[in-house]
Each structure stands twice: as structure tokens, then as C-alpha cells.
């Protein structure tokens, strides 16, 4: 045999990445499995897995395992979101492969449609469960005629708030917008601030939008239709804009981070609008129990009494060779009443999307709220005072993102209507980079 | 010295040189390298140089859909240099890598220095229990990153930060570790913290290396610690400070862990801080695999000039 000369050798690998170059340009996630045929039943017994970063699915999972032996559900934990999970679905679909079914936000699922990541159920026949969800919800999964995820769980809006600091600087809690900008100087007279404003987090701006009656973007038949930068969303820029220049709302903690953690346990916040799935957290706060209470969320002189934060779906992903039993297991672990009080048991699930049952144990009177019952009294009658307008779309956490770094120009003199703006321009710019046909709409 | 030439023992002109060795022994020969080499050259290929062809090429990729999820026509192109274009166009990216670079002015002289210092006092004939203060410099790098930055997080967070809560009480001022001005420092601090003892330990090595005559001549010659750390020992680690700039200038440009995690309690930290997290955040959190190996090859360009101009400019100076 003679030698490999150092040149030959050099030749031979840059060959061989050359056609890994030809194979490695087949960007992931280009070809579609919903235009391919449906996958029938199996008929006998499958495995489902399942990717949530939910605690302890396994147990209600087993739930259903053993009252359905030929389904059997195996769940996998991963990281929440976008701090690991769908990077790691990302990748698994890319690679061809993948769960069957995975936990994916409600805002998220356009962008797994982008990269054709998920399955259209309504190919499997999932239009007659759509009477028993949450309209609202159901909405913010269908798109163009096809329904692409399960709606597993969501947070209505309302405020969390401290009596007994409201009623030390003598306010009362606030029902509008308005009352709560002409209540919240007399918490700073105390040191207290009303609540707290993300600038990074701007899931959070985005309710209030979304509250006002604001939707920033809609499917239409020629293309997405953008109207972020609407009066409305900037009414509510507006507010805000001066509840922090007049200091009303503390900008440093946001809610739920150490930092506010600190301050709402040494009683420096008097109140919190935030979402159902708050209260878990908020148990979170030393010394907490007992002194916080639940009052429907301020609202607007237009639009609507609530609005979601949060929410995700179970979505069956592309790569699943069951779509149909994986649907039926979706849909009973997020209506079935077993289902859901064992999702609130096991893994202390946000609010159920389910149209007429929100779990037995939210129903009681909570010991934690001091006896109230929020939930029916609150978050309840929060889920029909909903914008039914709302859709996502395919770069909503990009368009988060851009938002959120405008937003936190704030602190060096920007504004967040400015931000909104110029977050509205470059989702037009985003939209038109990957192809997609989006215009502004008329106003 | 003798000066042997070998004259090659070839016959009679004109006939052909004696014939090779036996076939068999070159061959096995030939092979045991390669063979031995393999295992190292297959994983080199495919956990190195194959990633790094295929982000090449997927940087001069586009694709583009049509219709509202691309359900009228997904089309993959070559793109020239547009992705390029669009990294570059993007300030946030820019700002990032300028961000890295005051930085690294900054943060990598700092540490350099304090890890010759502790080096030098270390290896000072007047040290006490050297061993015992090596150890303890060092021991911050045996601490994963992660976990570096959560400790530091509690000292950085107000409320929680004992730090904070002693200078409010002796000085009535609160110092915000955390805001769009100081963050970046706050991760300076954190780094240097993780990493001076491991430079340390790089120059340790180097200084142990300096043979004791040379200490034994300088002392002869009246110089005090100080004369020799600076015309002894300095001059005789400079390779030692090289190596240790280089990685650090590298470090620098890939610095990730600290700031994806510190964003949690630190709004200032966007989602495009740093380079690395800017090409992260577009390849998984925007799905824009082609932008983002466009920006991986220009943080791989970036980390790769600024190594070679460090190294020009010490060889410069050096002769």
C-alpha cells in the first residue's frame, strides 16, 4: 500500500465535506407533513411519548395507561420552554425525529408551523372535541382551516392585592386603569410600589393590549395583517410610559424574580396584576399566607374585563407514527375531569381550557387567599370577558424580543411607544425576510 | 565535529538503485499511524471540521415561504452573502461584539495582571503555605461556570445581597450590581473570579520552570524581589502571559453561560448581549439557522483576528 500524502488526505476530507455541505444545506423543516396521507389507527398496542416540563405528568399519565392498555403514554421531561425544551424539539425535528406529542406555548405554536413541526388535527377528525374548550383558546390554535395543537392550560388575568396595605394608605382597590394610575402615589408616599412593570418580559405589556382590545396580528387570505402599532396599543404604551415616569411602578424586579420575591415578602408591593397561575407563586413568598386576596383585574374604558397570559397546548409533532391516538390522549388529559384534577394535583397545571369543568379542588375556598374563593368568584367569570381577536404568529417571540429591547431603552430615556413602533417595522421587516406575505393594516 | 556523507551504494551506473524493502513491512508500517491516528481523526472529522463545513455552508443558505407558515412553497437557494448582510445590519449584533471588545480591554489586563501577582507572591521565597493559597485560587475554576454565576447572582440581587444590604448600612448607598451601566462589569467580576487561578496556575507552572541558578546569579548580583520579578521572572513567563491572553481573548468572544443566566434577575441582559448568545438566540429561539451560522463565522473571523493581531504585536515587540 503506498502512503497517504498529506495533500491526498486534505483532498479526501475537503470531498467529503463538500457533500456533507450538499446534504447539510437541506435546511431542516422545509417539507410538510400535512400535505402528506393521514396516518390511519394503528390497531393495536402503541407507545406514545410525551415532552412536557410539567411536573410529575408521569402520574397522570399512568392515569389513563391503565385505563387504556393499548395507548400506552410514556412522558420525558424537559426544560420550560425556551429556556431548553423547544430547543431540543427544534433539533429532534430537524434530525427526523421527535415525541409524539409535546408541551408547546399557545404563542409558540405558529412557530413550530413555520418549520412544519406540527400536525394538523384536523386531519384526524379533532373538530368534534372543539365544543369542549374554551373558545377563546380554541381560536388561538386554528389557523387556515386547521387546528394545530390541544389546549392544555392558560392564565386568565386578574390582581392579586393586599388588603392591609391597601387599606393602610387608605385606597381602594382599583376597577380601572384609571383608578389604579390616581391610587398608586399613595403607595409611593409609603414606600410601596402598586405593582411592578417588566420591561423585559413583555408578555406581560402584551395582555394589557391584548386587554385593551388591541390584535396585532391577524391571518387573512392574502397574508398576515399587522396592526401593532395601532391607538389602541398605544394608548396603552402611553399609560405606561408615564406610570414610570412618574415612578408608580418599580421597573428593577420583575414579577416573580428573586428581587420581587424580596420586596413582596418585606410588604414594598401592594398588589399584582398578573394571571391565574400566579397563585402557586406567590405561595412562594415567605410569610405570604393568608394576606393576599384576588379582585378582577383593572380594565380599560374599551375592550375587554381580562386577557390570557401564558398558556401551551399539547401539540403533536410532525414526526409522530401515531397522530390520531396521540390526539385522543390530548384530549381526554385536557377535559376529562380525571385528567384535569390530576394535572392540578400532580403538576399544579395554569387553568384548564376545559369549557365547563375547572377541577374540584379550585372550587374551594382557598385556605392561601384567606378563606376567598377566587377562582369561581374571579378567574372564571375572567375566561369570558376575553379578546377573541387574538391570534399569534410564526415570530412572536422574536417580535418579543425586539419589543423587550426596545422597552428596556426605557431606562436610558427611550419610550415604550417608540418601542412599539419601531417593533412593529421590524416584524414587517422579519416577515418579509423569511418570504412571508405580510402588509399593515389600514388605519 | 565530523561530517559524515553518505554516498548513495548504488551499483554499476546506469542500473536501477537496489529495490526497496520487502513490501510487507512497509505496508504494516505505513498503516500502524493511521490506524493509531483513527479513532482521534474520526471523531476530529465529525465532531469538528464537519460542523464547521456545514455552518459555512448553511451561512451562504436562504429559505423562504410563501403564504402565512410557508404552506404555498418552502424554497431553499444559495444566498451569496445575504445572511451576511443581514448579521451585519443587525446593531444589536454589532453592539454585541463592541460590548465583547470593551470587555475584553477591560476585563482580560485585569485578570492577566492579578493572576502574575498572585503568581509571583506565590512563588516568593517569603511565601507561607504556598501549596495551601494555590489550591484555594485555583478552586473557583473547579466550580462550574452555572454555578458561579447563580452564587454571584444572590450577592447581586438587592434584597438578598448581603453586599448591598452592608453598604446601605455604612454608607447609605445602594449599589445597583445589576442595571444597564454596571451589568456588564458585575459578569466581569464573575469571570475574573472563576478564571485568575487557573491563569495562575499556567504562570506557576512556567515560573517553577526557571532554573534556580538564575535566582542564585541575580541574587550575587544585589537584586531584591523586586529587581528579579521584574528582570528575572517577567521576562521569563512572557510565553506563559501570551498563552493566557490568547484564551482569554477567545474566552471573551464566547462568553454565554454568564449572562443567559444572570438575565433572569438582571433586565438590562437582552436577548442579543453577547455574540454567542445573539447567534443562539437566532438559531433557537428564531429558527434562523442560516443567520445565525452566518453570525458563528463572523465570531469565529472576530476571535480569529484579534488572536493573530495579539500575537503580531508581542512577536513585534519581542524582537
Sequence with gaps: MREVTRRELLGWGLTGSAAAVLAGCATPGTTSVNAQPVVPAAGEKVTLTYWAWLKDLQKVADVWNAQHPEIQVEVAWIPGGNSGGYQKMYSALAAGGGPDLAQVEMRTVPEFMLVNGLVDLERYGVSEHAGKFDETLWNQVSFAGGVYGIPQDSGPVGMYYRPDLYEQVGADVPATWAQWAEVAPAFREAGMYIDSFPLDDTSVFTAHAMQAGAAWLRSAEDGWVIDMASDVTLDVARFFDQAIDDDLVTTSANPYSPGWFAAAADDQIASLVSASWGDALLAGVSGAEGKWRVAPAP??????????????????????????????????????????????????IGWSPARDYI????????????????????????????????????????????????FRRKATGGTLVDAVVAAEARTIEVFRQKGLTIRKAER | ?????????????????????????????????????????????????????????????????????????????FAWFENYRI???????????????????????????????????????????????????????????????????????????????????????????????????????????????????????????????????????????????????????RPALVLTTVFSIIGTLQLFAEPQLLQTVSPAIDSQFTPNLSAYTTAFAYNDYNVAAAQSVLIALVAFALSFLFLRLTNRSSR
Design chain 1, 299 to 348: 380594565r380599560w374604558d374599551h375592550g375587554f374585563g381580562s386577557s390570557f397570559i401564558g398558556g401551551s397546548t399539547s401539540a403533536v409533532l410532525a414526526n409522530s407514527k401515531h397522530p390520531k391516538e396521540a390526539m385522543e390522549f390530548a384530549v381526554w388529559l385536557n377535559t376529562d375531569p380525571e385528567g384535569i384534577d390530576a394535572m392540578i394535583k400532580y403538576s399544579g
Design chain 2, 1 to 77: 565535529m565530523t561530517t559524515q556523507t553518505t554516498t548513495p551504494t548504488s551499483g554499476t551506473p546506469g542500473t536501477r538503485p537496489a529495490a526497496p524493502p520487502p513490501k510487507k513491512r512497509s505496508t504494516a508500517v505505513g498503516r500502524a499511524p493511521w490506524i493509531l491516528v483513527g479513532p482521534f481523526l474520526v471523531l476530529f472529522l465529525l465532531t469538528f471540521v464537519l460542523p464547521i463545513v456545514v455552518a459555512i455552508g448553511q451561512s451562504f443558505t436562504t429559505v423562504t415561504r410563501a403564504g402565512l407558515f410557508g404552506e404555498q412553497g418552502v424554497t431553499t437557494s
Design chain 2, 87 to 237: 448579521a451585519l445590519e443587525d446593531g444589536n449584533f454589532i453592539a454585541s461584539i463592541w460590548r465583547m471588545l470593551l470587555f475584553g480591554v477591560v476585563q482580560v489586563p485585569v485578570m492577566i495582571v492579578a493572576a502574575t501577582v498572585l503568581a509571583l507572591l506565590l512563588e516568593s521565597a517569603s511565601a507561607r503555605w504556598p501549596g495551601f493559597f494555590r489550591a484555594t485560587y485555583f478552586m473557583p475554576y473547579g466550580i462550574p461556570g452555572v454555578i458561579a454565576t447563580i452564587l454571584w447572582s444572590f450577592l447581586y440581587v438587592p434584597g438578598l445581597s448581603p453586599i448591598i444590604d452592608l453598604s446601605e448600612a455604612l454608607f447609605g448607598f445602594t449599589p445597583d450590581f445589576l442595571g444597564a451601566g454596571t451589568v456588564l462589569w458585575s459578569i466581569a467580576n464573575i469571570v475574573t473570579w472563576t478564571y485568575a487561578g487557573y491563569n495562575m496556575l499556567i504562570i506557576v507552572a512556567q515560573l517553577k520552570a526557571i532554573p534556580p541558578e538564575m535566582y542564585e546569579a541575580a541574587r550575587v548580583d544585589g537584586a531584591g524581589p523586586w529587581r528579579t520579578a521584574w528582570s528575572i521572572q517577567l521576562p521569563l513567563i
Design chain 1, 359 to 406: 377541577g374540584a379542588s379550585r372550587e374551594e375556598p382557598s385556605e392561601f387567599f384567606g378563606g376567598q374563593r377566587y377562582n369561581t368568584e374571579v378567574f372564571q367569570p375572567a375566561t369570558q370577558q376575553q379578546n377573541p381577536d387574538w391570534q399569534w404568529w410564526p415570530i412572536t417571540q422574536q417580535t418579543f424580543n425586539i419589543l423587550g429591547d426596545g
